[in-house]
């Protein structure tokens, strides 16, 4: 098993930052990739940004290319999303994913992102 953590969402006003992070414990020696989606109401849960444990290979959704940088900390097993040029629409909750090497997904409790226009 392993546990998620995410901490760092809030309120903050359009053009803004936010860091979020997501630590894990537990069989962390297991994970492969980490990643954030975030959700919305009524709407699928949606990807947003990957990174792989070992080569540290990202990737995002088009919509945060250029603006969110997703990064890794192993000696903390923490991931990072640094979020710039925030827009309303990305307000969401954001939840942190942990891929394992026999495939299974670990979630963390989610974190509120508000952008204010």
């Known amino acids: 098993q392993v546990q998620l953590v995410e901490s760092g969402g809030g309120l903050v006003q359009a053009g803004g930052s936010l860091r979020l992070s997501c630590a894990a414990s537990g069989r962390t020696f297991s994970i492969t990739a980490m990643g954030w989606f975030r959700q919305t109401p009524g709407k699928e849960r949606e990807f947003v940004a990957q990174?792989?444990?070992?080569?540290?290979?990202?990737y995002y959704a088009d919509s945060v290319k250029g603006r969110f940088t997703i990064s890794r900390d192993n000696a903390k097993n923490t991931v990072y999303l640094q979020m710039n040029s925030l827009k309303p629409e990305d307000t969401a909750v954001y939840y942190c994913?942990?891929?394992?090497?026999?495939?299974?997904?670990?979630w963390g409790q989610g974190t509120q992102v508000t952008v204010s226009s």
């Open positions: 994913r942990a891929r394992s090497d026999r495939g299974n997904d670990y």
């Open positions: 990174i792989s444990w070992s080569g540290g290979s990202t």
